[in-house]
């Protein structure tokens, strides 16, 4: 009884995880980004304690790990499109763009479908075991709905162009299937010399949450990436 119990409880959490990017994507319809980014932070400790769960009860399933790409594809994916739809939508527009405003932003939904490809091919990539080829998930959709919170008077009063704003969905669309090494935050042990680029990562990343608090944590995403590039380190 107990194992049949126990064999639940990751797929449960991943279902908390979806549950928990339906609600910030409609929170994000509602414009209301500070729930927007609390729900997918919730979502983003559901999908950290599911795989951990799946590990410890030594329950892996195939549906485990399709139900685990779509609540990711969800709250990750979806969500973040949603606060970027909105973000245009509330965007003022030149006089020259009168006549697509009310289409463009549905190019916001570039980010939930290279968030699926993203997915896919973390499913069927062996080198990401241990770090990752690309921007992961959840590090892109805590970067645009932190910068929705953060920065929201900013985007939507004129002070970017709608453009800008598009250049920045190709951008991240694009990192999140690029071929770029990217770091993992797992630490095999707490020694300086095996851990030297997440120490490095972490405390800049604890500076610019003490000063920026939730602005910092889109620049966090930023640095994050920053060093993954220049340091073309996977470990």
């Not at 500070?34 to 729900?39: G, H, I, T, V």
């Not at 999908?47 to 990711?72: E, T, V, W």
């Not at 916001?108 to 499913?123: D, E």
């Amino acid at each position: 009884m107990a194992n049949c119990i126990t064999r639940y409880i990751p797929n449960t959490l991943t279902c908390l995880n979806l549950f928990s990017g339906c609600v910030a994507a409609v929170m994000a319809f509602q414009f209301k980004y500070d729930l927007a980014l609390l729900f997918i932070i919730i979502g983003a400790v559901f999908d950290f304690f599911d795989g951990l769960a799946a590990r410890a009860l030594n329950a892996h399933s195939p549906i485990g790990k399709d139900l685990d790409s779509l609540a990711d594809d969800i709250c990750f994916g979806l969500a973040p499109s949603v606060v970027v739809f909105s973000l245009f939508r509330e965007m003022p527009y030149p006089a020259w763009m009168a006549g697509v405003s009310a289409y463009f932003p549905y190019l916001a939904f570039l980010i939930a479908v290279f968030s699926g490809l993203r997915l896919a091919k973390f499913n069927n990539d062996t080198r990401q075991t241990t770090s990752f080829v690309g921007l992961p998930v959840p590090a892109n959709a805590l970067f645009w709905a932190s910068l929705a919170v953060g920065f929201h008077a900013f985007l939507t009063g004129g002070g970017v162009h709608p453009l800008v704003l598009l250049v920045g969905v190709c951008l991240s669309s694009w990192l999140l299937v690029s071929e770029i090494p990217m770091f993992s935050l797992k630490f095999k042990d707490l020694s300086w010399a095996h851990n030297k680029l997440r120490f490095l990562f972490l405390l800049l990343c604890v500076a610019f949450l003490a000063f920026l608090q939730v602005q910092g944590l889109a620049v966090c995403i930023v640095w994050y990436v920053l060093l993954s590039v220049f340091t073309g380190k996977r470990g």
